[in-house]
């Protein structure tokens, strides 16, 4: 998805809604951040803290 646009920073947040157990190992491989059947409170709190 970021293919092709320049960055200094990258940081991967995935939203594991289904099959936590069986897809768990997966996104934790691929993003650094996982949110377990959550919503935005963590991004929106980050980018608070980044921003403000």
């Known amino acids: 998805m ?6 200094e920073n ?3 947040i ?3 809604n289904d099959d936590y ?5 997966a ?3 691929n993003f ?5 059947d959550g ?7 980050l980018m608070r803290e980044i921003y403000c």
């Open 39 to 45: 919503d935005f409170w963590f991004v929106n709190e």
């Open 27 to 29: 996104y934790r491989k």
């Open 2 to 7: 970021v293919e092709g646009f320049p960055y």
């Open 21 to 25: 157990n069986d897809n768990i190992d």
């Open 14 to 16: 995935g939203f594991l």
């Open 32 to 36: 650094d951040v996982v949110i377990n």
């Open 10 to 12: 990258l940081l991967t």
